[in-house]
């Protein structure tokens, strides 16, 4: 762990060096989506005033609009009670959080009775992910 981030200590990343991070719109108070942090992308993501995750599936640092424009300008970082969670309060540059082009990922709203509840999307796309990413 590197000296010059005493915070980090605070932190308990999980077996693998992760902890989930929550990316909350700063205005409105939208959960916009979930995504990992690992302890360089954390001290990058406060280094910068931008949000930085880490990518599971690409096993690298994940600069949020690296390649969709849609970055995070981060304005508060909490810490959960337990340590183990982060929640970013940011501005969502393009209006766009999900790689699915809709403003936030969870999209999905479950309906009905228990024996016959199905997902309802009930926000639209606003770009789409073809002409997003390349």
């Known amino acids: 762990m590197n000296t010059d981030t005493p915070w980090l200590a605070a932190i308990h990343f ?13 205005r409105t108070g939208t959960i916009l989506m ?8 954390l001290a990058e993501t406060v280094a910068t005033g931008q949000a930085v995750y880490w990518s599971r599936s690409r096993q690298r640092l ?7 424009g849609h970055s995070q300008s981060v304005h ?15 501005e969502q540059h393009g209006g766009i959080a999900c790689h699915t ?9 479950l309906e009905g009775a228990a024996g016959q509840a199905g997902w309802v999307v009930t926000d639209p796309v606003l770009k789409n992910p073809e002409t997003i990413y390349k």
Do not use: H, T, Y
């Open 14 to 26: 999980d077996a693998n060096g992760l902890l989930p991070a929550i990316a909350q719109d700063v």
């Open 34 to 41: 979930v995504a990992w942090m690992n302890a360089e992308s």
């Open 62 to 68: 994940w600069r949020k609009g690296e390649e969709s």
């Open 76 to 90: 508060e970082i909490r810490l959960d009670c337990d340590g183990d969670v982060i929640l970013l309060k940011v």
């Open 101 to 109: 082009g809709r403003e936030r990922c969870f999209f999905r709203r």
